[in-house]
T-cell receptor, first 113, second 108 residues
């Protein structure tokens, strides 16, 4: 049974650029959630995908978008990067939501300069 | 006021000490999660609770639904327990609401 894998682990981008982060969910999980964790803060919910459909969204602008694929892996896309987007981006997979717990990835640390 | 509050924010202990980290929440929940985050950033799920008490090795988690309060205890603490411990709750939707974490350092 594999865990949640995120790529890349680290990334440096320039303000205004676009970035795509990837997450492969744990085997058997059909739900993927993305979180943004700024330095010294708790993670904040960006959005969740269930069976390839967005299933809830936090307080993030539309330039944060996502996809989930038939194999339940997922992408997080951020357009027009801003300095404040610098954070650790965490992906968590689960089976049909909260009842069965979450498995987290190690995160992608994005730095916007 | 945050929906999930943890205390203390920082905790220093000597090896062998008994550790308690507290979590209070203000929203209705279906479950409460205790998570561990190491400096590299990855998060490990320690417990998911909806009532009562759970124990895993030297870790014990309790929850009081009426008081909207949970505690994480570490018995016989060890330097390898040094990490950030995060409380998170899940409510009517599937998203997790996180506390800001408690940074624990255990010295030999």
């Amino acid at each position: 049974e594999t865990g949640v894998t995120q790529s890349p682990t680290h990334l440096i981008k320039t303000r205004g650029q676009q970035v795509t982060l990837r997450c492969s969910s744990q085997s058997g999980h059909n739900t993927v959630s993305w979180y943004q964790q700024a330095l010294g803060q708790g993670p904040q919910f960006i959005f969740q995908y269930y069976r390839e459909e967005e299933n809830g969204r936090g307080n993030f602008p539309p330039r944060f978008s996502g996809l989930q694929f038939p194999n339940y892996s997922s992408e997080l896309n951020v357009n027009a990067l801003e300095l404040d987007d610098s954070a650790l981006y965490l992906c968590a997979s689960s089976f049909s939501g909260v009842a069965y717990g979450y498995t987290f990835g190690s995160g992608t640390r994005l730095t916007v300069v | 006021k945050n929906e999930v509050e943890q205390s203390p924010q920082n905790l220093t202990a000597q090896e062998g000490e008994f550790i308690t980290i507290n979590c209070s929440y203000s929203v209705g929940i279906s479950a409460l999660h205790w998570l561990q985050q190491h400096p590299g950033g990855g998060i490990v799920s320690l417990f998911m609770l909806s009532s009562g008490k759970k124990k895993h090795g030297r870790l014990i988690a309790t929850i009081n639904i009426q008081e909207k309060h949970s505690s994480l205890h570490i018995t016989a603490s060890h330097p390898r327990d040094s990490a950030v411990y995060i409380c998170a709750v899940s409510g009517g939707t599937d998203k997790l609401i996180f506390g800001t974490g408690t940074r624990l350092q255990v010295f030999p």
